[in-house]
């Protein structure tokens, strides 16, 4: 059975840090592409931050130089560290793994709140 549990979400101030983490469970956590898309009240989910079975990475514009995606293949599990919160941030954060169109995986979500 294929899981993907995110956690480390929360309330921050502005200015703050947070780290997401995203276990994996019931596929070949090493070859997949692992995201972190968010999706914020009445908006459109959107890819924050990817890392392919590479390790190469991309991000959206607005959490270039404040968000790092890693990953650790021993553990199954992929991160999501960000630094430098703005309210703008404040979304449910999801974590996807992908291989192909019929091999693609989401987690349940994680709330992330930045305000003071």
């Known amino acids: 059975q294929v899981q993907l549990v995110e956690s480390g979400g929360g309330l921050v101030q502005p200015g703050g840090s947070l780290r997401l983490s995203c276990a994996a469970s019931?596929?070949?956590?090493?070859?997949?592409?692992m995201g972190w898309y968010r999706q914020a009240p009445g908006k459109q989910r959107e890819l924050v931050a990817a890392?392919?079975?590479?390790?190469?990475?991309n991000y959206a514009d607005s959490v270039k130089e404040r968000f790092t995606v890693s990953r650790d293949n021993a553990k199954n599990t992929a991160y999501l560290q960000m630094n430098s919160l703005k309210p703008e941030d404040t979304a449910v954060y999801y974590c996807?793994?992908?291989?192909?169109?019929?091999?693609?995986?989401w987690g349940q979500g994680t709330q992330v709140t930045v305000s003071s």
């Open positions: 890392i392919t079975s590479g390790g190469s990475t």
């Open positions: 019931g596929f070949r956590f090493s070859i997949y592409t």
């Open positions: 996807n793994g992908f291989l192909t169109v019929l091999h693609n995986y």
